[in-house]
């Protein structure tokens, strides 16, 4: 009982400092033009950076290790680079070794999707005429469950989901970019690496960086100097490194290790003789710990024309994953299914036995949830160097919020560059603020992280000192326990009566979804009508009544 009245105070307060929080200032723009911003890395946040930032610098520099000006990404047909994505040995294959995460299941929410079709006028057309990217109603073709609750299929509007292959949707921004901007406003410095920045101390300025060629084999430095720096170089940054050599800043931050392993393939879909099933082009069974840690998604990357009257006419991103280490086994599609048949609901056994592969099973190992609290070291952040998408903030995939998350915070920073800041003051601003874009993704990401059996946390503080918990079995291995905070306790009890709660509310699945398209902030769902529902529907299971309300 105490519980009850504890965690919804913890709610009402949480809901009432977000509500100010969120309150931002805003000033008129200006036509201010900088000379010169240099920008580190060419995937989605780079992209989207560069083609925000372009209104306010004369000139900008992307660099980046890849080769994504060749003529394979650049020129190809659209089946020839269907053909160059599905017939790959492993990601380096695909010349994106830089994004090695680039061939797995990527799902792309309603947000990221509007910033990239506002910012790339012809980009939505090209993707759905030239390439089939597919428009799924989530009313018609979508089916979605959390552990093991189904989310209810009676939407109060009909969604949208946008569904293109990761590799595609990188490739065609880049062509987009590079047809927009002349060589003179966004030049592009390729198979270089950033290896550091050259900075001056004595202003708290970073002046410029120190790129290498990766193709020549002399290990000579070429210097570039800028008035602005962004890193968009994704989660393996050398920010952290940087700062800490150059400043002596030390930026605390915070990883949670729970397992994840994902197997990602295409494949055809052919029809399965129960139509229900076929019906869902996107769906699957959320990962939700810690009794659920095993999932499956799939979306659409192209819709196909074919005379063949089983075929579904989807090219489909399967994705079979864990989470706690219960990995599956990418060895052969025939161990796969075997292990989908054992461990997963039986419709996606059905679904993926008449699916023809294309391509190889892709396994990835190395994900995690890694944040940088930049905001936390205020003035002493150097006065014109942001962060900007993973390089800030790195999250589970499992929650698809990456692309979304790193194209939001290229439009916060466009947003504060609008208003009168002078340059120096735009850093310090854009952390606060892109921080609390990290923030929402963050606690959506880690609320379920954090009951993962196996956690493992690593924090620094602000001094410096690195401690690393871990939930384990062994004792021999002497590691501290993680000691979940209060308020995440909260969000975990909240999750757990929200999603309940949602089962059998089409009102609330519809909120719910907007939240994970980060449509509306996570706030929203905290809203009083939905949250004495949620309140109600836990208070009445403690008394054993809670089908006869939730059903009523
Ligand atoms: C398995 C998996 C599934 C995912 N699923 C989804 C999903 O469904 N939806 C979603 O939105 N997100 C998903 N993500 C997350 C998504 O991939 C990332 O959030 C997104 O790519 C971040 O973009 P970015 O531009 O910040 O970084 P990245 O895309 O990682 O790009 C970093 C770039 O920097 C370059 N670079 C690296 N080092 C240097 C250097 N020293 N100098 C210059 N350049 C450098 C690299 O070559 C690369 O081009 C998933 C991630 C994984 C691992
Ligand atoms: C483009 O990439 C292909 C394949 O990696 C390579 O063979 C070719 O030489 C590259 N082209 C240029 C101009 O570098
Ligand atoms: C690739 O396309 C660009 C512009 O469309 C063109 O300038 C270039 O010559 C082409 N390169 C090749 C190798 O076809
Ligand atoms: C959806 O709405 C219809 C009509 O209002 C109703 O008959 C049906 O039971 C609802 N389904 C769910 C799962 O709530
Ligand atoms: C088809 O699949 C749905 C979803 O699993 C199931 O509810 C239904 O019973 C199946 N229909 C048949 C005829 O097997
Ligand atoms: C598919 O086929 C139809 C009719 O044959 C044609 O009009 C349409 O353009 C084709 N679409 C694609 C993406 O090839
Ligand atoms: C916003 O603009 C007003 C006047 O236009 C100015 O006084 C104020 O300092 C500006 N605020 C910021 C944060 O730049
Ligand atoms: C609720 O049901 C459970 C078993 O289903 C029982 O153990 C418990 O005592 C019941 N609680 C109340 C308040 O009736
Ligand atoms: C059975 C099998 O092929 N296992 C491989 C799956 O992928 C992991 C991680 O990439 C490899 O280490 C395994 O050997």
Redesign the pocket.
């Known amino acids: 009982m105490f519980w009850l009245v504890l965690f919804p105070l913890i709610g009402i307060i949480y809901f009432v400092y977000n509500q100010q929080k969120n309150r931002i200032?805003t000033?008129?723009s200006s036509d201010k033009q900088y000379e010169h911003a240099i920008i580190m890395g060419g995937s989605i946040s780079g992209m989207t950076t560069a083609a925000y930032l372009s209104k306010y610098f004369k000139r900008i520099t992307i660099i980046e290790p890849d080769d994504v000006l060749n003529e394979t990404l650049m020129n190809s047909t659209a089946e020839e680079l269907l053909d160059y994505r599905c017939n790959l040995k492993n990601s380096n294959t695909l010349g994106r070794s830089g994004t090695s995460q680039s061939y797995q299941i990527h799902v792309l929410q309603g947000e990221g999707g509007k910033i990239l079709f506002d910012l790339f006028p012809n980009l939505k057309n090209r993707l759905i005429n030239e390439h089939g990217a597919k428009v799924v109603s989530l009313k018609e073709n979508f089916r979605f469950v959390i552990g093991d609750v189904l989310l209810n299929k009676n939407l109060t509007e009909d969604l949208s989901w946008f569904c293109i292959d990761r590799f595609t949707l990188e490739t065609i921004i880049r062509r987009e970019l590079c047809s927009s901007f002349n060589q003179q406003t966004i030049q592009w410095v390729c198979n270089t690496r950033v290896s550091r920045l050259i900075v001056d101390r004595s202003t708290n300025a970073v002046q410029g960086v120190r790129y290498r060629s990766k193709t020549t084999s002399d290990e000579q430095e070429n210097v570039l100097y800028g008035d602005f720096i962004v890193d968009c170089t994704g989660r393996f940054s050398s920010s952290i490194k940087w700062l800490k050599q150059d400043f002596d800043l030390t930026i605390p931050t915070e990883q949670l290790h729970v397992g994840t392993g994902y197997v990602s393939f295409v494949g055809e879909r052919f029809k399965t003789g129960n139509s229900t099933l076929d019906s869902i082009h996107v769906g699957g069974n959320a990962a939700h710990a810690p009794h659920h840690n095993k999932g499956f998604l799939t979306t659409p990357i192209r819709q196909l024309n074919t005379s063949d009257r089983n075929s579904l006419g989807l090219l489909s991103n399967f994705a079979v994953y864990c989470i706690n280490n219960e990995y599956p086994p990418n060895d052969t599609y025939e161990s796969l299914l075997e292990w989908v048949k054992e461990h997963l609901p039986n419709d996606y056994y059905l679904m993926l036995k008449s699916t023809k592969l294309i391509g190889p099973l892709l396994p990835y190992r190395r994900a995690f949830d890694d944040r940088k609290y930049v905001e936390s070291v205020g003035r002493r952040w150097p006065r014109n160097y942001v962060l900007v998408g993973d390089a800030m903030c790195v999250f589970n995939p499992k929650n698809g919020q990456g692309m979304t998350h790193a194209c939001r915070q290229a439009r916060q920073l466009n947003e504060i560059f609008s208003?009168?800041?002078s340059l120096e003051e735009i850093p310090y601003v854009y952390n606060r603020q892109a921080s609390s874009i990290s923030e929402e993704c963050w606690l959506g990401s880690i609320t379920n992280d954090w009951a993962v059996p196996s956690l493992k946390l690593v924090k620094t503080d602000k001094n410096g000192q690195t401690k690393t918990y871990q939930r384990t079995d062994d004792p021999t291995l002497n590691c501290l326990p993680p000691q979940i905070p209060l308020f995440m306790q909260f969000l975990q009890w909240y999750t757990y009566w929200l999603i309940k709660c949602a089962a059998y509310s089409g009102e609330l699945t519809t909120a719910f979804i907007h939240v994970v398209f980060q449509e509306k902030t996570p706030y929203s769902l905290l809203k009083p009508r939905f949250f004495f529902r949620i309140l109600f529907a836990s208070i009445l299971d403690s008394f054993n009544l809670t089908k006869q309300f939730l059903t009523s």
């Open positions: 200032r000033n008129v208003r009168k800041y």
